[in-house]
């Protein structure tokens, strides 16, 4: 599969992540977490340094301190050792999204870095602000030339951006635009997390290295496909971000439609990002909605009372749609999609359900006997595969059993958080579970049909911590 020289001869090259909003919730709650795991399961690169940049007042030891107290409050397990080894690794610098003299001065603190180490590093720029920031930003950094690598084959640079990418197709297509005219295509890698979500990353690998699967995945044998996104948080302090969004934008564009994709999407033939990323964005381009289907949004009770929230907003906190995939494959199979805030419980679950046999024994007290194959990407991380088997004793009854694999089952296994496989990938230049340009389009063209439905759908307004009803009338 991947070439394991090249991997590990990345890892000799120091490298500098400068993380802009580094005093941000993203950061905080993510990223210096999965560097640390990274460092301390010795999946860093051996000399490393890290480089926050914000708007935030601190200095060098200020800001190790505040790192350090994210650590430790993350939790005990951590060795203090590693923890004081890997925070003299942090320097910050203080400015403005949009104050090019601040990134002069980030300029000079990255040579300063390049001159103590004795070589031309490595750069990864991770970008964890807000998208309003995002247009000034990138401008700054590539007008500011550390993004120019030292040479074709050494000190290489790359961007990561988080999503939200754009508002709608259109800011979404100038964002892509910007970013194309400033990075070469191999520069840029936006960020999706769940495609780097262990159980997320399984699908290509179930569907694809077990024989017995793939002659069933299509039209002729699965009736349909459901793929939900429940939370049982709420939006929290999120309301300024969040109002004007909504559920649809927020994770229906990304997280849902990328599971889609990975379940629906033709074998790439090769395993490499350019055939991956072809063959999720041809899917992509093929959905649309079905007509004949139920549409549902909804908004939980006090959600306008949420802070920066407008009193009469209409934004979504739930959504159930259904699309359909153009194409021989699964022609005419419901592809149903539903996320929600403040529901009754946590669940990312990808389930396909087979049709039933035909002609179907049909006996005992399962009246429906459709296979499933569960995806749970979380709480727990496991995939099933239901199946019908005859009941023990004289009775000739048929009960549903099935057959699991829990990664929870092995207590050795490390959890690894996606943000972790996001940085890994970035070091080592493996765009694979990240986004391209055709990807992003296809998905906001989608949405975009979907937002324009939606606008004829009334709102309805559910209690916090309860499932919407779907009326199927
Ligand atoms: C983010 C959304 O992209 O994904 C959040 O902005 C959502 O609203 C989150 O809560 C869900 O991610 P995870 O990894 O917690 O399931």
Redesign the pocket.
């Known amino acids: 599969m991947k070439d394991i020289t090249r991997i590990k001869a990345q890892f000799n090259i120091p490298t500098i992540f400068t993380i802009f909003g580094s005093s941000g919730d993203l950061a905080k709650k993510k990223l210096f977490i999965s560097l640390f795991d990274l460092y301390s399961n010795e999946m860093l690169p051996d000399r490393f340094a890290i480089v926050g940049f914000a708007h935030s007042d601190y200095d060098d030891h200020s800001f190790r301190d505040y790192v350090q107290e994210i650590l430790v409050g993350h939790t005990e397990d951590y060795d203090h050792d590693d923890i004081e080894k890997f925070i003299s690794s942090i320097s910050y610098v203080q400015g403005s999204f949009t104050d090019s003299e601040a990134f002069s001065a980030l300029s000079e603190k990255l040579i300063a870095l390049d001159d103590a180490i004795g070589q031309c590093t490595n750069k990864l720029f991770h970008l964890a602000v807000p998208p309003r920031f995002y247009d000034d930003l990138l401008r700054n950094l590539a007008h500011s030339g550390m993004t120019i690598p030292c040479s074709d084959d050494s000190g290489w640079t790359r961007v990561l951006i988080e999503?939200?990418f754009g508002k709608d197709a259109v800011t979404a297509q100038e964002l892509d635009a910007l970013l194309g005219k400033l990075f070469k295509e191999e520069q840029i890698f936006r960020i999706?997390?769940?495609l780097a979500?262990e159980t997320i990353q399984n699908i290509l690998m179930f569907r694809f290295s077990n024989r017995i699967f793939d002659p069933v995945w299509n039209h002729e044998h699965v009736e349909k496909v459901e793929i939900k996104?429940w939370?049982d948080?709420d939006?929290a302090d999120?309301g300024a971000?969040?109002d004007g969004i909504g559920?649809l934008r927020?994770?229906g564009q990304?997280?849902l439609l990328q599971m889609l994709s990975l379940i629906a999407m033709e074998h790439p033939g090769e395993f490499t990002s350019k055939e991956i990323h072809k063959s999720r964005a041809r899917v992509l381009g093929d959905l649309c909605m079905s007509d004949t289907e139920h549409l549902m949004r909804g908004q939980y009770e006090g959600y306008c009372d949420i802070q920066d929230v407008a009193d009469d907003s209409e934004t979504e906190t739930y959504f159930h749609i259904t699309a359909q995939i153009n194409n021989d494959r699964w022609k005419d199979v419901p592809f149903i999609l539903e996320s929600g805030?403040a529901l009754h419980k946590?669940l990312?679950q990808i389930v396909v359900t087979f049709r039933e046999p035909e002609p179907c024994f049909c006996v005992g007290p399962e009246h429906t006997q459709n296979n499933k194959v569960i995806f749970d990407?979380?709480p727990e991380e496991k995939i099933t595969v239901r199946f019908f088997a005859k009941e023990h004793g004289l009775l000739t009854n048929i009960a549903q059993k099935d057959l699991a694999f829990s990664y929870h089952a092995d207590r050795e296994v490390r959890e690894v958080d996606?943000y972790e496989k996001v940085i890994y990938d970035a070091i080592i230049g493996d765009q694979v579970l990240f986004t391209n340009t055709d990807e992003v389009k296809y998905a906001w063209a989608f949405i975009s049909s979907v937002m324009e439905k939606m606008q004829d759908v009334p709102l309805t307004t559910y209690k916090r911590g309860t499932l919407p009803q779907i009326d199927t009338k």
Do not use: G, M, S, W
């Open positions: 999503k939200p999706d997390h769940y979500k996104l939370e948080i939006v999120r971000f969040y559920a927020d994770v990304n997280h805030k946590k990312t990407i979380q996606a």
